[in-house]
């Protein structure tokens, strides 16, 4: 299993970016797909969730009506559209392939195996 997230940068606040996750040695319907994020001195949240068969997904609160998740299993990547940032989304952005989307916002992380986890994208909001 690997996961490679890209798409991170600066972006003035309102602005938009689309997160990326490359998946590889599994498909996409094996998993439910997580994006979380983690600021610094704070613990990681589960942002948003597809689920393996598509028919399930999750948004925190915080980002609901301002990011969008999508799959694209052809090219066996995941995308999180960001829309109207804020600078409180600024984090570490990362992507984990996650037993279900259930998982994903009761933030047990420790059902998700080290080696299921990307390496992270930095997200940065200036206000």
């Known amino acids: 299993v690997q996961l490679v997230e890209s798409g991170g940068g600066l972006v003035q606040a309102g602005g938009s970016l689309r997160l990326s996750c490359a998946a590889s040695?599994?498909?996409?319907?094996?998993?439910?797909i997580g994006w979380f994020r983690q600021a610094p001195g704070k613990e990681r949240e589960g942002v948003s969730c597809?689920?393996?068969?598509?028919?399930?997904?999750y948004y925190v609160d915080s980002v609901k009506g301002r990011f969008t998740i999508s799959s694209d299993n052809a090219k066996h990547t995941v995308y999180l559209q960001m829309n109207s940032l804020k600078p409180e989304d600024t984090a570490v952005y990362y992507c984990?392939?996650?037993?279900?989307?259930?998982?994903?916002?009761?933030?047990?992380?420790?059902?998700?195996?080290?080696?299921?986890w990307g390496q992270g994208t930095q997200v940065t909001v200036s206000s």
């Open positions: 984990a392939a996650a037993p279900s989307c259930e998982v994903v916002a009761s933030r047990e992380l420790h059902h998700i195996p080290r080696d299921y």
């Open positions: 597809i689920s393996d068969n598509k028919g399930s997904i």
């Open positions: 040695g599994f498909t996409l319907d094996d998993y439910a």
